[in-house]
């Protein structure tokens, strides 16, 4: 046994899979289902309080007796109202579309880890086998706590320096993340993102480290895990794949929009268009598989993988700076909101990395098995 798989065997997966956390579609029932199968399953904790937190870990606990992973936010926050006030001033007009104005200020929607006492010590207290990372590291007390407490833990990175400070914080496991991911990406800095792709990363942090080494982004298939297990990764760590499981929290909306990104023929362009139904948005990406998807940081304030919507028209015209994660997220989700009390979906963040053209819609515990299959055909 490697040094890299042994944390497999501590936690008995019989399968190199890890169902991604995602926040509003991480159902205990869908942790439950993954794990019980020996697989990984994941728990997004990162926008609830530390109570609804404790009571999700403790609803999972009771479903499955396996391990499964609890995400954490650990993003550091800052307010700026000049910033807040330019931003809702030009989201003004769209909440004039549904005869509203805009909030008349913007909050803080999502706690995070960081030097968050109440968070820790809930998380210690309830004890999940293992605890995952996004956005960075939280300070160095709680690791070393989660250390002594025996839990295994896990960091969402993005480049080959943000796995060294991973490293040197003792971090257990890495998650290589690449742009082809779905969602927000766990860069520690997105000013800085080095936009790799998951293969080159994960074949950087091998080279780079002895710590085991997870391939994140645009993984939805058994060939594509064998690829990312040939580049060295111990193991895969999927998101959008899992999003049409019956388990999963998706909203009909959502559900909806992925079964239509996945109907659509795949495509390979040569120029910067995003959709062929879509106008093309400042963050366009040419080599996308198929061009349903895209990336703004309009929604949120952080860079974010979803189904092309108009925010990515409204961030590509706005000419100052946003006024930060997650406090633009209040905005993007008070505009939502009103927009789908008159069946509008202009605004939903239905975030699906580039491969969500191959989405299925499979029990948790039949997907992970499929996808076993099509990993050991692969293989073989």
């Not at 700076?321 to 509008?344: S, V």
Request: hydrophobic content about 40%; glycine content about 8%; aromatic content about 6%.
């Amino acid at each position: 046994m490697s040094d890299r798989t042994s944390w497999m065997s501590r936690l008995g997966l019989r399968h190199p899979i890890i169902v991604a956390p995602m926040a509003g579609v991480s159902t205990s029932e869908l942790v439950a289902q993954v794990s019980n199968v020996g697989a990984l399953g994941s728990l997004a904790i990162g926008p609830d309080s530390p109570e609804l937190g404790r009571r999700r870990i403790t609803e999972t606990q009771s479903k499955t007796s396996r391990p499964f992973n609890v995400n954490l936010f650990c993003h550091r926050t800052s307010s700026h109202p000049q910033l807040d006030a330019a931003w809702l001033d030009h989201l003004r007009p769209e909440f004039a579309r549904f005869d509203s104005e805009p909030p008349p200020h913007l909050d803080e929607p999502y706690d995070t880890a960081w030097s968050n006492v109440e968070l820790q010590q809930m998380v210690l207290r309830t004890s999940p086998t293992v605890v995952s990372f996004h956005f960075g590291l939280p300070d160095v007390a709680f690791l070393r706590a989660l250390r002594r407490a025996g839990i295994l833990t896990m960091a969402c990175v993005t480049s080959p320096d943000e796995a060294r400070q991973a490293a040197r914080a003792s971090v257990d496991v890495l998650v290589a993340q690449g742009v082809e991911a779905g969602g927000h990406r766990g860069c520690f800095d997105p000013a800085r993102d080095s936009q790799l792709t998951t293969a080159a990363l994960v074949r950087r942090l091998v080279r780079l480290t002895n710590l085991p080494v997870v391939a994140a982004g645009g993984i939805m298939n058994g060939s594509a895990i064998a690829t990312m297990l040939a580049e060295g990764a111990c193991a895969v760590w999927m998101g959008t794949a899992f999003v049409l499981c019956p388990e999963s929290g998706a909203d009909p909306a959502y559900r909806a929009a992925l079964r239509r990104a996945s109907a659509t023929p795949k495509h390979r362009f040569e120029g910067a268009a995003e959709s062929v139904t879509v106008s093309p948005t400042a963050d366009s990406d040419p080599t996308d598989m198929i061009a349903t998807t895209g990336v703004t940081s309009a929604i949120s304030g952080r860079p974010a993988r979803g189904l092309v919507n108009r925010f990515h028209r409204i961030g590509r015209a706005y000419p100052h700076r946003l006024p930060g994660y997650p406090r633009t997220y209040a905005a993007g989700k008070a505009l939502h909101q009103l927009a789908a009390a008159h069946q509008c979906e202009d605004y939903a963040a239905h975030w699906a990395g580039r491969g969500v053209a191959q989405a299925r819609t499979l029990p948790a515990a039949d997907l992970v098995e499929v996808l076993t299959e099509e990993r050991l055909r692969h293989q073989s």
